[in-house]
């Protein structure tokens, strides 16, 4: 299983950014997919996933109302659109599987594969 992330870099309170996550070795449409975060000296964090066809949307209370999780399975991809950007944002990102058969699909527990992680940073 291979993620690979793009599309981080840096902006200005406010802005926005698109993460894309590019999945190989799997077959993208049986599984449930998401991100996190994890900030310097911070535990991992919960961001958003995504059921298998779309069909439900899970996101954490920080990035509600601002972030939208979306998949194309037809591409192999994960995209994450992070609008209103905050500094508390910052962090690096990671596209990650949900291990099957997980009850939880909205805590960073529900994770087994991830890819390397992209570098956000929100300046004030």
């Known amino acids: 299983v291979q993620l690979e992330e793009s599309g981080g870099g840096s902006v200005e309170a406010g802005g926005s950014l698109r993460l894309s996550c590019l999945a190989s070795?799997?077959?993208?449409?049986?599984?449930?997919m998401g991100w996190f975060r994890q900030a310097p000296g911070k535990e991992r964090e919960f961001v958003a996933s995504i059921t298998w066809n779309g069909g439900r949307l899970y996101y954490g209370d920080s990035v509600k109302g601002r972030f939208t999780i979306s998949r194309d399975n037809a591409k192999s991809t994960l995209s994450l659109q992070m609008n209103s950007l905050k500094p508390e944002d910052t962090a690096v990102y990671y596209c990650?599987?949900?291990?099957?058969?997980?009850?939880?699909?909205?805590?960073?527990?529900?994770?087994?594969?991830r890819g390397q992680g992209t570098q956000v940073t929100v300046s004030s």
């Open positions: 070795g799997l077959t993208l449409r049986m599984y449930t």
């Open positions: 990650a599987r949900v291990r099957p058969g997980s009850t939880d699909v909205a805590s960073v527990q529900a994770f087994d594969y």
